[in-house]
């Protein structure tokens, strides 16, 4: 079960699959999630890619994922709970069906490969491994994978103060710990819904170091994609947006 080193995403709910709002939110701007996701190390979907193939993407939003595979030589079928998410994807030559994979129909097809780039949070962790091995030829794999942000502590510190800044009345701030911390729980559900299925062997943890540079007004940009951006009100949005750009330094 690869892991990357997180794009702010809100790491609250006890169980983020049964958070159906914030999971079916991020097709409202599908164009702006994909100009500002940071894609994946090529080094790293490589291993993952092998030799080629073909791969069943779940969750696969707008293609980051997906493009990058087929750039390293994959036949790849895209499946999206959100339709506007599928037809950005689409838009960019992609091959997408629009269904909760839980309840997907495959039509007896196969695949060497499935993926979930920053996805799988989203998906039961048991109903969902037992799915993926159902659909996977003998021998195939399955990959989990999320980017994972480690900010420079005095970035961190300037963006949780912008959080408590804009709204005071808010639980946690998600800079309040490492991100690897929050993520934590969710590689662990995932782990564990893998045991769970009894399809696997055990699940393997992979990290792969890397660098991913936004200037203020790229992370500005970025950060209405987050999936706790749902939960606000456009004033409250509006307003840790104006924090955030002002570094947490008050009007």
């Known amino acids: 079960m690869p ?4 794009d702010g995403e809100d790491r609250g709910a006890p169980e983020p699959h049964r958070a159906r709002a914030m999971a079916e939110s991020f097709g409202a701007d599908p164009a702006r999630y994909d100009r500002t996701r940071p894609r994946y190390p090529a080094r790293f979907l490589a291993r993952i890619a092998g030799d080629g193939g073909v791969v069943l993407d779940v969750g696969t939003g707008t293609g980051i994922v997906a493009r990058q595979l087929v750039a390293a030589g994959c036949r790849v079928l895209g499946l999206d709970v959100d339709a506007r998410m599928a037809a950005y994807a689409r838009e960019g030559g992609l091959d997408v069906e629009v269904a909760p994979f839980e309840e997907w129909d495959p039509a007896g097809r196969r695949f060497d490969t499935v993926v979930a780039g920053q996805t799988w949070h989203w998906i039961d962790p048991v109903a969902g491994a037992a799915k993926a091995a159902g659909v996977l030829r003998p021998g195939g794999r399955f990959a989990a994978f999320w980017n994972v942000s480690r900010p420079a502590p005095d970035v961190a510190e300037a963006l949780g103060a912008a959080f408590r800044d804009a709204l005071p009345g808010a639980p946690l ?7 690897l911390d929050g993520y934590s729980a969710i590689v662990d559900r995932t782990a564990d819904g893998i045991r769970a299925a009894g399809a696997f062997g055990e699940p393997e943890e992979w990290r792969h170091g890397w660098e991913c540079t936004y200037t203020r007004d790229e992370w500005l940009d970025q950060l ?17 947006l104006d924090a955030t750009g002002r570094g947490g330094r008050g009007p």
Do not use: D, E, I, N
């Not at 892991?3 to 997180?6: F, I, P, Q, R, V």
């Not at 701030?173 to 991100?179: D, L, N, V």
């Not at 209405?224 to 840790?240: C, F, H, V």
């Open 224 to 240: 209405p994609t987050g999936g706790g951006m749902a939960l606000l009100t456009p004033a409250q949005r509006t307003a840790l």
């Open 173 to 179: 701030s998600p800079w309040s710990r490492t991100a």
């Open 3 to 6: 892991t990357l080193a997180s």
